[in-house]
């Protein structure tokens, strides 16, 4: 019988190869992190590189720096006037982002900031062609509140770990990540501005369109 994981391995093989940057990052990140499966990795990488390329946002919005592998993919897509705005609340982090920001061709189009996004979003004066959430799934409704002033119509909006870890089909799960998950998923749905899609990659990929 053909397995889920089969599949996965069939579809990731298939996918167009990451840049060797990527995968000396990756290697890393899986040499020095504790959570190492925090990392987007190749597939996923790759649609949101690819998702970015079709867009070529002028300004990007990331969520959840880590280890800065999503932030390299999704500035591929950058034209040269292009900047990707990256938030993380951890500074221990910030020394192998700068490694490869600073080994790769983006370097001068990436701004880090360090400190809790739910204070430095309602900051930004900029208006964001594309963003990508991947931070403390407990404030996904805030953030999403948070960010549709800030996103012109046509904007896109990616959050990860939709479907976290199946547990939002789970009626008895009553976590809070779980729980707001489910909400972000609702209003996401339910929104006049907004028409999704969720897409089943890896931990589920909310891919969103503002109207």
């Excluded at 400190?115 to 964001?128: M, Q, V, Y």
């Excluded at 904007?155 to 990540?177: C, F, H, M, Q, R």
Aim: with cysteine.
């Amino acid at each position: 019988m053909i397995s889920h994981l089969n599949i996965e391995a069939y579809i990731t093989n298939l996918a167009s190869p990451a840049s060797p940057l990527l995968e000396a990052l990756e290697r890393e990140t899986y040499q020095k992190m504790v959570l190492p499966q925090m990392i987007s990795g190749h597939y996923q990488g790759r649609l949101l590189s690819l998702l970015a390329k079709i867009k070529q946002p002028k300004r990007i919005l990331e969520i959840g720096t880590f280890t800065g592998y999503a932030t390299l993919c999704l500035a591929e897509g950058l034209p040269k006037e292009g900047k990707i705005i990256t938030i993380d609340k951890n500074d221990e982090f910030k020394a192998l982002q700068n490694k490869y920001f600073e080994a790769s061709d983006y370097r001068s189009q990436i701004v880090q900031l360090l400190g809790n996004a739910r204070d430095i979003i309602p900051k930004l004066s900029e208006t964001f062609d594309m963003v990508f959430l991947d931070a403390d799934k407990r404030y996904y409704p805030q953030y999403l509140k948070m960010l549709i002033p800030k996103m012109s119509s046509g904007s896109l909006l990616i959050a990860d770990n939709v479907l976290w870890y199946g547990k939002v089909l789970d009626e008895n799960a009553t976590d809070p990540e779980t729980l707001a998950i489910r909400e972000y998923n609702r209003l996401v749905s339910q929104h006049p501005r907004l028409e999704c899609l969720i897409l089943p990659v890896r931990d589920g990929l909310s891919v969103t369109r503002v109207i």
